[in-house]
């Protein structure tokens, strides 16, 4: 792999190497976390879901009031950065967008003027696929939700998930679940399904879980396929009457939870929900 300083990025309006990158210390999402971002991949020479990632910037931004509207140049600046970097040959990249509310002097925490130009910056680089973990299982543990109540925004403001995956870390985990009022809502940086008797349980979208792409392309692929699915309220105390967990995101793809804190998740190993999923999500991607 390259390393990141002879990587090509985006930054507003600019193709540049990573050792010639500039940001200002003036920029919102550096000084207030002001900014929202997406990620994405690309499997084999191809963009996976990139109508459902640009609308669901779409979403977050207008919730922000941040005004962007160069939607329609995303693919070509992603696919410039693939042949700038000469990554066609790569099985797997990984696609990191972020738009800001610009950079104002001096520092102030309402909107800068309407003539400030929204800040965007766009990476593509080169992805290792879990491949042990999705075969295998994953530890996470639970943890007290204490974000915002505006999780349905993407906003780069992360200081919460970014203590929390660290704690997780520390325990020989991957990931943490976040718990809120007693119910699960999602992990850091994931979504969360259950599965008792062959039905699909995940908490219902709302303004404390993000609406996650992987999350829609899993609904609508168990429609499909006659799984039946429950979006409703999960209690952490009822966790251990579910016979698989997983949890679902860009990087994540279906993940298999094998263990929550000190307990183990059925017998141990990916469930056949979870392995059927995993499958069917496959096939989408690669076919």
């Known amino acids: 792999m390259k390393n990141d300083k002879e990587i090509y990025y985006y930054l507003n309006g600019n193709i540049i190497k990573g050792k010639e990158l500039c940001l200002s210390p003036f920029d919102r999402a550096f000084l207030f976390g ?8 690309w499997y084999d020479g191809k963009l996976f879901k990139l109508d459902l990632h640009i609308e669901k910037l779409k979403k977050s931004l207008d919730s922000s009031r941040i005004n962007f509207i160069a939607f329609d140049e ?3 600046i992603i696919n410039d ?3 700038k970097n000469k990554f066609e040959d790569e099985e797997h990249l990984f696609i990191y967008l972020q738009v800001t509310r610009g950079a104002y002097f001096p520092r102030q925490h309402h909107f800068p003027p309407d003539d400030v130009e929204p800040g965007f910056f766009l990476s593509v680089v080169p992805f290792k696929r879990h491949e042990e973990e999705l075969k295998n299982g994953i530890k996470v543990i639970l943890e007290e939700d204490i974000r915002w109540t505006r999780c349905d925004i993407k906003s780069t403001m992360l200081m919460a998930n970014v203590l929390s995956r660290q704690k997780a870390l520390e325990q020989n985990a991957v990931e943490a679940v976040f718990v809120r009022n007693g119910f699960i809502t999602e992990g850091t940086h994931t979504s969360f399904c259950a599965v008792k008797s062959g039905k699909l349980y995940t908490p219902p979208l709302s303004n404390l879980i993000l609406d996650g792409i992987t999350r829609k392309v899993i609904l609508e ?3 499909k396929e006659d799984i039946p699915v429950s979006e409703t309220e999960i209690k952490a105390d009822e966790l251990k009457s579910f016979e698989e967990v997983m949890l679902l995101g860009t990087i994540s793809e279906v993940m298999p939870v094998v263990q929550i804190d000190d307990w183990q998740v059925g017998d141990g190993k990916p469930g056949p929900v979870t392995l059927e999923l995993q499958y069917l999500l496959g096939e989408m991607i690669f076919s």
């Open 34 to 41: 002001d900014g929202i971002y997406e990620t994405l991949r």
């Open 221 to 223: 692929i168990c429609k």
């Open 81 to 83: 950065l693939i042949k």
């Open 74 to 76: 995303i693919e070509k």
